[in-house]
């Protein structure tokens, strides 16, 4: 039987390649607008990073989100990320 191929993605803040279940996909609208996507699927510029506290503080420090994506961050957004990623390693 054959296996089937397990997509990967990088993440944007430790460039490590990781399946993309164990990722976190941030998308920017075309108006700019920046919030989590937890369905993978909505329309935008997307960047992907690993959904892990640490992580997310570097991502912050480095500002490697708002690289990829081309925006300023609010940290409402960042706030938003934070508890999605408390609610999926419970």
Same mark, same amino acid.
């Given at each position: 039987?054959?296996?089937?191929?397990?997509? @990967?993605?990088?993440?944007?803040?430790?460039?490590?390649?990781?399946?993309?279940? &164990?990722?976190?996909?941030?998308?920017? $609208?075309? @108006?700019?607008?920046?919030?989590?996507?937890?369905?993978?699927?909505?329309?935008?510029?997307?960047?992907?990073?690993?959904?892990?506290?640490?992580?997310? @503080?570097?991502?912050?420090?480095?500002? $490697?989100?708002?690289?990829?994506?081309?925006?300023?961050?609010? $940290?409402?957004?960042?706030?938003?990320? &934070?508890?999605?990623?408390? @609610?999926?390693?419970?």
């Amino acid at each position: 039987m054959k296996t089937r191929k397990i997509p @990967e993605r990088t993440c944007v803040v430790t460039r490590e390649k990781y399946p993309k279940k &164990e990722l976190l996909r941030i998308v920017r $609208s075309k @108006e700019g607008i920046v919030e989590a996507d937890i369905t993978g699927k909505k329309n935008g510029r997307g960047a992907y990073i690993k959904a892990d506290l640490k992580t997310l @503080e570097l991502a912050k420090k480095n500002k $490697s989100l708002e690289h990829a994506l081309q925006v300023e961050i609010p $940290s409402e957004v960042y706030d938003e990320i &934070e508890l999605i990623i408390k @609610e999926n390693n419970k």
